[in-house]
Structure formats: C-alpha cells, structure tokens
C-alpha cells in the first residue's frame, strides 16, 4: 500500500509539482540565498522560498474562508442570519470569535492528520534514538528525510511564520499574546534551523506533540460561543486537559526533550570527532525555552478549571480581553 511517502504517491506528485510550478518564480530568491549562504543546498534554499510564499498566501486563503465557509458555519451554529443585520455586540463576537476558533481547528486537524499519517509508520516514532542513527556531522546530510517530512516542514514553517504578525493584527485579544508572539518566533527559529541540520525526524516529534491538543481547545471554544450545551464545552475543554498534559508536559518534556539532551551527545560519541556545538545547545535552549512556556499555560489551564469548579464559576478563557484590556466573561 503506497502512503504519503512513496515516491509514486499523488502526495508526494502533489508536493513536487507544486515546488516544480514555483520554480520560476523562486529562482531569484533561491540564488540569493545560496550565494548569501554558500553551505546552504539549493534544495534547502527552494523549500524556504516556498515557505515564505506558502506563509503569504495563507491570511489570503482564510480572508476567502471566513467570508465564505466560516461565515456559514458561524452563521448556522450561532443561529443568526448571514446577512449579519441587527446582531447585539455580543452575538457579534461571538461570531467573530468562532470563525477564528473554526480556523484554527482546521489548520490543526489538517496538520495533524498528516503528521501522524507520514510519523506513525516510522521506527523513529517509537525509538528516538533512531532519529540521530544517520547522523555522522551537523548537518545530518547523511539522514534520510521523506517527501512527506518536507511536506510539513514547509507547511508548518509557513504557517507559524504568518501567525505572528497575525497575533496582533487578527486574534482575538488575549493577556498572553505576547508570550504567544515569543513561542510562535522560538517555533519558526527551531523549524526553520533544524531543517537547516537536516534534523527532520525529531522535529516532525516535536511538530506532532504541539498540533493535536490545540482541536479540542477550539472545539471546547466553538461550543461555548455557539452557547451549545454546558456538557460540550466540558467534554472538550477536559479532552484538551489531558491531551495537554500528556503531550506537551510529558511527551514533549520527558519523552523528547530528554533525546535532545541525552541521545544527541551520545550519538556524537559513537561517531567520534563531531563537533554538534553550538548547534545542539541552541536546539535545546529553544525547546527547553517551549517548555517553559507550557508550563506558564498549565497554570493558566490549572485557574480555569479550579475558577469553573467553584460555585458559579463558568468554562471560560481567562487570556481574553475586552476593547479596553481587562478580562471578559463570555
């Protein structure tokens, strides 16, 4: 059976024929970088380009998706006419708040689908230290990567590199904007430089133990501005709970950061004579810098659950501020 990864698939024809249709268009920028960055493969340098030019199109795309789309299915969860006439301010953003929700779990349904569709069938899904077992420098050229591997490289690269500026331009307002505008920029600096290392395999693992928690955090959302009934948005909200803590805290912390501290400079070892700093230590400043970040929105997790346990205490997003800045009640 041929998956995302078998060369004659219409995944991989998808992704090289669009990077072959984007030839022209990326050559400039390509040769650019490859004469600003002699050690940089061209190879390298297109996947950039695209990346770059994926991350324009994206506010595009969803511009087109929330008149379209997200209009409807806002329009038929809130129960208001689409012509959106004599809606409260309430109501409106509510509106305004689920079409964003309804994005972002797309893009993290989509994301996810196809990281676990290309990990799922590796052995360096299960065993981390095969992530490395190519690996005789920096960078790793001698490890093998799958056109599927690229394939969210370029689309996650592209994604989380649009998202900042978005953060300020397009979100709704939120107290922790600006530690999500930090792990947004540490996410495009860890994907973009361990591409650079040729270090796809731990990267798509640290990928996928950030995309899926994220639907049901939406969904929990989408329930609650739709104002559907109480048990759904709990429902949601406490699958976002678990998935949270058994991916990012665990998973990501004790499963994945402890390879990158541990497995790399064992590796480094078996080989002998390869210089992996400062490369490795700047990898794992980012990731261990992530993790923090995780920690600080557990307890922003903790509040909420301890706020909607009390008497009279609602599921609600405690980051969301109203026009003027303090927290709002949904």
């Not at 893009?107 to 095969?130: D, E, G, R």
Request: hydrophobic share 45%; proline share 4%; with cysteine.
């Amino acid at each position: 059976m041929k998956g995302f990864d078998d060369p004659p698939s219409r995944w991989y024809f998808f992704s090289d024929f669009f990077a072959t249709k984007m030839t022209t268009l990326v050559d400039w920028p390509v040769q650019a970088l490859t004469d600003y960055f002699p050690s940089l493969p061209q190879e390298k340098a297109m996947d950039y380009v695209i990346a770059t030019i994926i991350a324009i199109l994206f506010p595009i795309v969803r511009y087109i998706l929330d008149k379209t789309v997200y209009h409807w299915l806002s329009c038929f969860a809130l129960r208001i006419p689409s012509d959106l006439k004599n809606l409260s301010k309430d109501t409106s953003d509510r509106y305004e708040k689920f079409k964003e929700s309804a994005y972002k779990c797309g893009v993290q349904i989509a994301f996810s689908v196809v990281i676990l569709y290309v990990a799922l069938p590796k052995a360096w899904f299960w065993n981390l230290k095969l992530c490395y077992s190519e690996c005789f420098d920096l960078p790793c050229m001698g490890q093998i990567v799958s056109p599927g591997e690229r394939f969210i490289y370029r689309f996650e690269l592209a994604f989380y590199s649009q998202a900042i500026p978005m953060i300020f331009l397009w979100e709704t307002k939120r107290h922790d904007r600006w530690q999500l505008f930090a792990h947004h920029v540490a996410t495009v600096i860890l994907i973009g430089y361990s591409y650079y290392l040729h270090l796809l395999h731990i990267g798509v693992l640290v990928l996928a133990c950030h995309e899926m928690n994220d639907i049901f955090l939406e969904a929990a959302k989408m329930a609650r501005y739709a104002k559907a009934p109480e048990w759904m948005s709990v429902f949601w909200f406490i699958m976002f709970a678990l998935s949270w803590f058994a991916t990012r805290i665990y998973a990501f912390g004790f499963i994945v950061i402890r390879s990158t501290l541990t497995d790399t400079y064992e590796r480094a070892k078996q080989v002998g004579g390869v210089d992996i700093e400062p490369h490795v230590s700047i990898l794992n400043g980012l990731l261990i810098f992530l993790y923090l970040l995780h920690i600080y929105w557990s307890y922003l997790i903790m509040r909420i659950i301890v706020k909607s346990l009390t008497p009279g205490g609602k599921l609600d997003d405690i980051r969301e501020e109203d026009d003027e800045g303090t927290k709002k009640e949904e």
